[in-house]
């Protein structure tokens, strides 16, 4: 009698970038069990490879052009999606919202270790046959990051007759100054014509915090906290740089500490 032959688990790769698609290729090549299918480097190709050739999983980019990820799942419609691994370079935020979902993602670039325990996720949604449950989850999810406010990335600074811009990732801190704004980037501050609280709404609400009544910083540049009284902090920066909270801000404190743990 001959072996029996084990059907292996179909897999098709859709990214726009050819660099990511060789990444997932090479990861799966070492896998028995697996077999790639096909490749697409759009959202519309992907559409009809995922209609002609049933992939058991989809890793799926969900930034493109022309067609996102959510795109592509809403025209082949959630319960008729085989298993989905999304493929991300999106921020933290979108990360962590993953995470909590407990969905899957692959970042760029790929780590082996997180590769094959995101496969491992993938082989186990397909043996428990929840893959509507889970892609109605996806999409879910992805609806409410599509619709999320988009937050700054550079604010415009103008002084002396120049316009420059200064990234959003490079400011310590920001200090109002009447009806300005001061941004401090190590030991520079750049004056920009905005009230505090008009720039804390177009800041990124996992990396920026409002600690006193005047003064925003960036929570990943923070080193140490240190009490003083009635709920007050010195807030040591990276750099040595020091900012003191208010103490109607302590409970902001308070949890930007627990959710370091």
């Known amino acids: 009698m001959g072996e029996r032959r084990v059907e292996k688990i179909k897999v098709l790769i859709v990214d726009d970038e050819p660099i990511a698609r060789k990444g997932i290729r090479n990861h799966l090549s070492k896998e028995t069990d697996i077999e790639v299918i096909g490749e697409c480097g759009n959202g519309v190709e992907a559409i009809s490879s995922i209609q002609d050739l049933d992939p058991d999983i989809v ?43 407990a969905l899957d993602y692959l970042l760029k670039p790929f780590e082996t270790e997180r590769f094959q325990r995101t496969l491992q996720r993938a082989r186990e949604h397909l043996g428990n046959k929840q893959t509507n449950q889970l892609n109605q ?11 999320k ?9 103008k002084s002396s007759g120049r316009v420059y811009f200064v990234n959003v990732d490079e400011i310590d801190w920001i200090e109002a100054a009447d009806n300005y704004v001061r941004l401090y980037v190590g030991p520079k501050g750049h004056l920009v014509h905005e009230s505090l609280s008009s720039l804390e709404q177009k800041l990124d609400d996992t990396r920026f915090a409002r600690v006193h009544r005047s003064r925003i910083v960036n929570t990943t540049k923070i080193k140490e906290l240190h009490p003083l009284f009635h709920g007050e902090y010195v807030i040591v920066l990276e750099g040595g740089i020091k900012v003191t909270s208010g103490r109607s801000y302590r409970e902001k404190l308070k949890e930007l500490t627990q959710n370091s743990i």
């Not at 989905?84 to 962590?96: E, G, H, N, P």
């Not at 989850?137 to 619709?147: D, Q």
């Not at 406010?149 to 600074?157: A, C, G, Y």
């Open 137 to 147: 989850r996806l999409l879910r999810l992805l609806n409410a990051l599509e619709h």
């Open 59 to 101: 890793f799926l980019d969900i930034q493109m052009p022309e067609l996102s990820g959510l795109e592509v799942i809403e025209a082949i419609g959630s319960d008729r999606m085989p298993v989905i691994v999304f493929v991300s370079a999106y921020d933290r935020y979108t990360l962590q919202a993953f995470e909590v979902h």
């Open 149 to 157: 406010p988009k937050t700054l990335d550079r604010i415009v600074v």
